[in-house]
C-alpha cells in the first residue's frame, strides 16, 4: 500500500475539483488546507476505516 495517497475533494467555496496528499501512517482525523483555486481554507474531516480512508468531508473554515 502507498504510504500517501492523494484523494479528490470539492472546494465548499468554489466547488473546484482539488486533491489533498494524506499520509496513511499517520492521517490526521482533520487538515486545513487552501483551495488552489480560490485560495479560501477549507476543513477537510477524515474517516478511516481498517480498509484506510472512508470519506473526506470538505467544509468551510471561517
Ligand atoms: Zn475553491
Known amino acids: 500500500m502507498e504510504p500517501v495517497t492523494e484523494w ?3 472546494c ?3 466547488w473546484e475539483e482539488n486533491t489533498v ?3 496513511l501512517s499517520a492521517p490526521p482525523a482533520s487538515l486545513i488546507e487552501d483551495c ?3 485560495c479560501q481554507p477549507i476543513l477537510l474531516e477524515l474517516s478511516m476505516s481498517m480498509h484506510g480512508i472512508e470519506q473526506v468531508k470538505a467544509s468551510r473554515s471561517d
Open 36 to 38: 488552489r483555486v480560490c
Open 8 to 10: 479528490p475533494y470539492a
Open 21 to 23: 496528499l494524506i499520509d
Open 12 to 14: 465548499p467555496f468554489c
